[in-house]
């Protein structure tokens, strides 16, 4: 497998990896929304335990809704009254759920059962008490706009009197809220009569949660957001005398249990926070070390050499090797269709092949076939010399697309062969297979001409070493909900790991000091014609020169030069190309070029047509203050928010 297709496929895995941790979990789009922008709870302890609570919600809807219900939990000793809901200001008629008069018969599930209630009409609000709760509904009729909702109620035995301490321990929102909030503020009042430094106060939820002792007689707890299904719970303490005429009391002190409980909860909370400021901020951190680490032994290792030669211009050839392993050069390990139409004129020059231009037989009257087709003519010049590549190539052109022995004197195969053997998409894996067979055989090549350097076995074995290594600790923290930014660093660390190593190929000193020659030769051939006559090589040498131009990039640029060197394309009696390229008409470099151009277009789309095979898809048969713990959960209310 070529290392473009493993980098492909890896690209692919890539991919997957990065899908599969972003994504976690696909939601369902529907019709229409709610969005609880802010949600004020104002609660008030009385004299005698009592707690008055006045709820506010602002809530925008997207679409049509029916109704909003809020469950309430309480504890046995515990009793609501007093209840009244509120729709921007105006209150809202109680129902008393008679099927009678009602409108609606609605289905909920409390604990794991199911029951029944009914509701009554628009602007009608019913209570319903189950198992220790009290669900509140009402009906409203809201769509695509924005409404202020506020109930209030009274939790009667909301404070717990201790010996020592009064307790409040209560659930403003409670687990079971399917929908979240934007931000959710409490403002508790106690009653006056204490300093602020007797108040006590610890807030249960989210742990960027805040929790504030504003004064003696006054505590406020903020989240923002309040995700859904996240309970937000708070609890206060105080002296006794601030509710003399309570009625709920726990018979023994509570003070150092309470403290002794919120140390453990703080303990955990601020643990997971020290965690959590570790995925944090080690995420960045692990991030950028990491990836800067692969690239910089990358960027370490492809420095170039230095070099010993320094000029603008080479005038020779600065490699006697063949012109398809300066493209490898050139190109950095890259085989290239013009390297194939470089080797067939070097194979011309060097008296291997003719290179023959006509005019092919029209097959019928409306044909519209090539007006100008070339020739490729074996001469009798034995190919044991020449290098597999070449004899590779031969073979390929004259045997597999000609049908013709390559050793043949006078054996032929023309361009239009080549491009109609593609053409045919049963010969296309036959093409790409030859094709690849090249690229390999050019490549074995340049490794043996030591053109260029890649990591030593050790090497590699250290890098993918550190790849596991990084990928092994994303892993394992992957099991803990604490670092999950920090386990995706490290796997996208090793991820990059991985991928660094595609390209970690670079010059040798050998192969950087013929770069730069040939580097220095291909400026040369841009600016001959700029030169001095004497300073010009002779016709002959730019045969050559032309060849080696190909791979350069630069054939183009050499043959408009020597259209002004030499206009009659001839020196000294001697015509260009004499002995291996014959032209149909009047030999000048215009029909020179049309050969060069002809036959490398026909070479790509060739090689274009037969990936067209090699890449298509395979069949598929398939179809005190500060911030909060994370403790909690025991606080009376709770309940959560739903809508209809």
Excluded at 239 to 263: M, N
């Amino acid at each position: 497998m070529s290392s473009g297709k493993m980098y492909k496929k890896l690209v692919v895995i890539v991919l997957t990896v990065i899908l599969c941790l972003s994504i976690g979990r696909i939601t369902s789009v529907h019709a229409r929304s709610v969005d609880m922008e802010y949600v004020s709870v104002v609660a008030k302890i009385n004299s005698d335990g009592s707690m008055d609570v006045m709820e506010y919600y602002d809530v925008r809807f997207d679409g049509q809704w029916n109704g909003m219900s809020r469950w309430i939990n309480l504890f046995d000793h515990m009793e609501i009254s007093n209840i009244a809901v509120y729709e921007n200001g105006e209150p809202l008629t109680y129902h008393s759920g008679d099927p009678a008069n009602s409108t609606e018969e609605i289905t909920s599930v409390r604990n794991n059962q199911e029951f029944r209630y009914w509701v009554g009409p628009v602007g009608t609000f019913v209570a319903v008490e189950r198992g220790g709760s009290v669900l509140l509904d009402w009906s409203i009729n809201a769509n695509n706009t924005k409404k202020t909702y506020a109930f209030q109620y009274r939790v009667h035995n909301a404070v717990t009197v201790h010996d020592d301490v009064a307790e409040l321990y209560y659930q403003f929102m409670g687990a079971d809220s399917p929908h979240p909030f934007g931000s959710f503020v409490v403002q508790l009042e106690l009653p006056e009569g204490a300093n602020q430094d007797e108040i006590l106060a610890w807030g249960h939820g989210p742990l960027y949660g805040e929790v504030s002792i504003l004064s003696g007689n006054e505590v406020q707890w903020h989240v923002s957001p309040l995700p859904a299904e996240t309970m937000f719970e708070g609890r206060a303490l105080f002296p006794t005398s601030l509710v003399p005429e309570a009625t709920y009391f726990s018979k023994g002190p509570g003070l150092a249990r309470i403290l002794e409980e919120e140390k453990a909860w703080s303990d955990e909370s601020n643990r997971e926070r020290r965690q959590a400021r570790v995925d944090l901020y080690g995420f960045p951190l692990v991030l950028v070390a990491g990836i800067g680490f692969f690239f910089a032994k990358r960027f370490r290792f492809l420095r170039y050499h230095k070099t010993e030669f320094v000029g603008d211009y080479y005038r020779e050839l600065p490699g006697a090797y063949i012109p398809a392993v300066l493209g490898q050069l050139w190109n950095k390990n890259k085989h290239k269709p013009e390297m194939i139409m470089a080797t067939i004129m070097d194979l011309g020059r060097r008296g291997y092949l003719v290179i023959q231009e006509f005019a092919p037989e029209k097959k019928g009257i409306f044909s519209r076939g090539r007006k100008t087709d070339y020739r490729l003519i074996r001469q009798n010049k034995p190919i044991e010399d020449l290098s597999f590549y070449e004899q590779k190539l031969l073979r390929f052109l004259f045997w597999d697309i000609g049908q013709m022995d390559e050793n043949q004197p006078n054996a032929q195969v023309t361009l239009g062969q080549i491009e109609d053997f593609t053409k045919k998409k049963s010969n296309r894996p036959t093409f790409h297979s030859n094709y690849e067979g090249l690229s390999y055989a050019i490549e074995e090549k340049t490794q043996k001409d030591d053109f260029f350097e890649t990591l030593s076995k050790k090497e590699k074995i250290i890098h993918f070493g550190l790849v596991a290594f990084f990928a092994g600790i994303g892993v394992v923290l992957l099991k803990w909900s604490a670092f999950q930014f920090l386990s995706i660093a490290f796997i996208l660390v090793s991820i990059v790991g991985a991928l660094t190593i595609k390209g970690m190929t670079r010059y040798s000193k050998k192969g950087l000091e013929d770069y730069v020659r040939w580097k220095a030769f291909r400026k040369f051939l841009q600016d001959f014609s700029a030169m001095d006559q004497h300073q010009i090589p002779s016709l002959v040498i730019w045969e050559q020169y032309l060849v080696y131009a190909i791979p350069l990039g630069v054939a183009k640029e050499v043959i408009k030069q020597l259209q002004m060197v030499f206009p009659n394309m001839e020196q000294d009696g001697r015509q260009f190309g004499y002995g291996w390229y014959m032209s149909a008409g009047m030999m000048n470099f215009e029909g020179f070029n049309r050969m060069m151009e002809d036959s490398e277009k026909c070479i790509t789309r060739s090689v274009k047509e037969s990936y067209k095979v090699a890449q298509s898809k395979d069949s598929d048969s398939s179809g005190g203050g500060g911030g909060f713990s994370g403790g909690g959960g025991g606080g009376a209310g709770g309940g959560g928010v739903d809508f209809r």
